[in-house]
């Protein structure tokens, strides 16, 4: 019986033992779960967390990209404005010279005097073989009337191009294109257009479109001559106009400082300052960096002008006259000197029904493009031979 009773008694601590190693076991595999559990969210965790910061490297690294290539088109523009502004400089010097620290004898001064007049009044080297000038007005057609009361609008004047770009107003900073002039008079206002949303207002009407750029001329402290390519809505260049202290450059145009024109020369500016207050001065200036090559000082005066435009190098103001509904050409310059006031004949605009706010002319075609009080006018010239005066 005593055997008995140790068996089970060694039985029941041997069973007491195995439960507590079970219970052990237990406990021990619940703590390794947890931690694998742990483990697993603290991976994912800092998996998710690579990931974000994976991206944000990316991000930051495009970034740098960009703000290299950035930071290397300011710097060519910088050296650009650098030459220009060494230009500028240059240009001032030969203009102005420096100050002198002593007396300088008074014959010195007379011939500098005379070195700078000769200067501006040295010969003009045309770039091309053209002497036609206005002989009359031959025909006008009356398109359309769209827009206000003043505004510019012009073709592409390089050869091969047939789009009508409309500038409405005097300060705006859309231009509206059209396909063609059919396009544009079909059109029901500008609902045709396709609109061109420039970097900065355009000021005036003396803006001009060129082998697919728009020059206009944008006014905030100084005049600046932007040129802007409409085809990649880019601005290619621009620069601050060379002469100080501007005035509207037409009295019946006063928010005109400075008209452009092309012909078959080339480039022109069409401007006036307080130092020549009462008459219109011109420079010639390249198309591709805008640098000004030759400047004049006309004998046109401002005074009831309305518009002007350039042909083969010769200055035509128009002024309004005295008679109703008609405009007059009366002022003629000729950079070559070839043709005189004198000698320029009598030519007078047909039926108008304002003032012009702008004429535009186009080489390739013949055509003055005109904006008449909302309405747009083409005029045909009779052209004829400088030299047939």
Request: proline residues 3%; aromatic residues 8%; hydrophobic residues 35%.
């Amino acid at each position: 019986m005593r055997g008995l009773v140790v068996l089970v008694t060694l039985a029941c601590f041997a069973t007491a033992q195995h439960q507590a190693l079970i219970d052990y076991l237990e406990r021990r595999l619940l703590a390794i779960e947890d931690r694998i559990s742990l483990w697993h969210e603290q991976t994912t965790r800092y998996a998710s967390e690579l990931r974000e910061l994976k991206q944000q490297m990316v991000s930051q690294l495009e970034n740098l990209d960009k703000e290299k290539e950035t930071l290397r088109m300011n710097l060519d523009g910088v050296g650009t404005r650098v030459d220009r502004v060494e230009r500028e400089l240059d240009y001032l010097e030969t203009q102005n010279g420096a100050q002198p620290c002593v007396d300088v004898d008074d014959k010195l001064i007379e011939q500098q005097v005379t070195l700078v007049k000769e200067k501006q009044m040295a010969k003009y080297s045309k770039l091309s073989d053209c002497s036609d000038m206005i002989s009359s007005i031959k025909a006008m057609k009356i398109l359309k009337r769209v827009g206000g009361p003043k505004g510019t609008w012009t073709k592409d004047t390089n050869r091969g191009s047939g789009k009508v770009y409309i500038f409405n107003g005097t300060d705006d900073d859309t231009i509206h294109e059209f396909a063609s002039v059919q396009d544009f008079t079909r059109s029901l206002g500008m609902s045709q257009s396709k609109n061109l949303k420039l970097p900065s207002a355009w000021k005036g009407t003396g803006h001009i479109v060129y082998n697919n750029h728009a020059y206009y001329i944008n006014q905030l402290e100084e005049i600046t001559v932007v040129k802007y390519d409409l085809k990649n809505n880019s601005i290619i260049d621009s620069a601050v106009f060379q002469a100080q202290d501007h005035v509207p450059v037409y009295s019946l145009t006063p928010e005109t400082v400075m008209d452009l024109a092309m012909d078959e020369e080339g480039l022109w500016a069409i401007y006036a300052t307080q130092q020549n207050e009462r008459h219109i001065s011109l420079a010639k200036m390249d198309a591709n960096s805008l640098d000004i090559e030759q400047m004049w000082d006309t004998n046109c005066p401002r005074e009831n002008a309305e518009a002007a435009f350039v042909i083969c190098g010769t200055l035509y103001v128009v002024y309004n006259t005295k008679q109703p509904g008609r405009s007059r050409v009366q002022c003629v310059f000729d950079v070559n000197g070839m043709v005189t006031n004198e000698d320029a004949p009598l030519i007078y605009f047909p039926k108008r029904y304002g003032s012009h706010s702008s004429l535009k002319y186009n080489p390739q075609e013949q055509l003055l493009y005109a904006w008449d009080d909302g309405y747009q006018i083409l005029y045909k010239l009779a052209m004829k031979k400088k030299l047939e005066i």
